[in-house]
T-cell receptor
Framework: AQKITQTQPGMFVQEKEAVTLDCTYD???????LFWYKQPSSGEMIFLIY??????QNATEGRYSLNFQKARKSANLVISASQLGDSAMYFC?????????????FGAGTRLAVHP | GAVVSQHPSWVICKSGTSVKIECRSL??????MFWYRQFPKQSLMLMAT?????????EQGVEKDKFLINHASLTLSTLTVTSAHPEDSSFYIC????????????FGPGTRLTVT
């Protein structure tokens, strides 16, 4: 069975610095997708970045990058130049298979606090 | 594009009554929609997957007779919480998969249900 582990319940970072949020996963499938979502206090889920298991390059989206280490089954999110608006819950998620119909399994989440 | 709405955004109901939550894809057709539940300070837990025109697939431990899901069209799925009890109070989030997308699910803003 697939599993997502986020071991950091909370993290804090100074504004303008970089922060890494950890995510490890477990799956027996060769084809899978990894996602990061941001959930501010309003509750909406904001898609940040996606990495497919066959993607050779690490995904990047603006200030977000995904450090994908397939052999170690880790998919850490790196946020560069943190902003106060980055304070939120961050969830790592995995989908087995490459089709969108397959369900997402979420990690427990990491609460990030950005300090001025 | 790819906007998902939920209605209502919050609802308070009395114990024993039923409440219906709507999930609509506003600008795309969604073959598959997903319903999640999130308790305070916890992660999202998938409740069920609904496909247009067919019965929903429920996750283990989710009572299908209590959480009725109907996906009657390519733009609308509904979740009805029947005979609600205080323990059903939670944040319910839907997501929709656009038929043309390979991997992404688009999340609605969520519905906060409080049962008194």
């Amino acid at each position: 069975a697939q599993k997502i582990t986020q071991t950091q319940p909370g993290m804090f970072v100074q504004e303008k610095e970089a922060v890494t949020l950890d995510c490890t996963y477990d799956t027996s499938d060769q084809s899978y997708g990894l996602f990061w979502y941001k959930q501010p206090s309003s509750g909406e889920m904001i898609f940040l970045i996606y990495q497919g298991s066959y993607d050779e390059q690490n995904a990047t989206e603006g200030r977000y990058s995904l450090n994908f280490q397939k052999a170690r089954k880790s998919a850490n999110l790196v946020i560069s130049a943190s902003q106060l608006g980055d304070s939120a819950m961050y969830f790592c998620a995995m989908r087995e298979g490459l089709g969108g119909y397959n369900k997402l399994i979420f990690g427990a989440g990491t609460r990030l606090a950005v300090h001025p | 594009g790819a906007v998902v709405s939920q209605h209502p955004s919050w609802v308070i109901c009395k114990s024993g009554t039923s409440v219906k939550i709507e999930c609509r894809s506003l600008d795309f057709q969604a073959t598959t929609m997903f319903w999640y539940r999130q308790f305070p300070k916890q992660s999202l837990m998938l409740m069920a997957t609904s496909n247009e025109g067919s019965k929903a697939t429920y996750e283990q431990g989710v009572e299908k007779d209590k959480f009725l899901i109907n996906h009657a069209s390519l733009t609308l799925s509904t979740l009805t919480v029947t005979s609600a009890h205080p323990e059903d109070s939670s944040f319910y989030i839907c997501s929709a998969r656009r038929t043309s997308d390979n991997y992404e699910q688009y999340f609605g803003p969520g519905t906060r249900l409080t049962v008194t």
